[in-house]
Nanobody, 126 residues
Framework: EVRLVESGGGLVQAGGSLRLSCAASGFTFDDYTIGWFRQAPGQEREGVSCISNSNSRTYYTDSVKGRFTISSDNAKNTVYLQMNSLKPEDTAVYYC???????????????????WGQGTQVTVSS
């Protein structure tokens, strides 16, 4: 059974930091791309970042470049999203998702991902 379990969300003041974790099981971790998405109320799900576990290639949406860092610990089957200099507009439910060998052009498309976690709330106060 494939499982993705997010943790690390919470309430933080603007300028603060959080580290999200996505613990994966039930598939060959090294062969998958893991993505972080977020969805704010009334908005579409947005691709934030992703990492290919096969070649360590990474992607960031423009609004988080320089503030967020994605990393993968293949020994622990866990992907992390370090979020620094958080802004109120980063407030959303954050989801991790997994897909095998995604076409890189589709890396930020939620429809391309097969498996999803339950999400973790991130709230940034001003």
């Amino acid at each position: 059974e494939v499982r993705l379990v997010e943790s690390g969300g919470g309430l933080v003041q603007a300028g603060g930091s959080l580290r999200l974790s996505c613990a994966a099981s039930g598939f060959t971790f090294d062969d998958y791309t893991i993505g972080w998405f977020r969805q704010a109320p009334g908005q579409e799900r947005e691709g934030v970042s992703c990492i290919s576990n096969s070649n360590s290639r990474t992607y960031y949406t423009d609004s988080v470049k320089g503030r967020f860092t994605i990393s993968s610990d293949n020994a622990k089957n866990t992907v992390y999203l370090q979020m620094n200099s958080l802004k109120p507009e980063d407030t959303a439910v954050y989801y991790c998702a997994a897909v095998p060998l995604v076409l890189w052009v589709l890396r930020s498309d939620p429809n391309a991902y097969h498996y999803w976690g339950q999400g973790t709330q991130v709230t940034v106060s001003s």
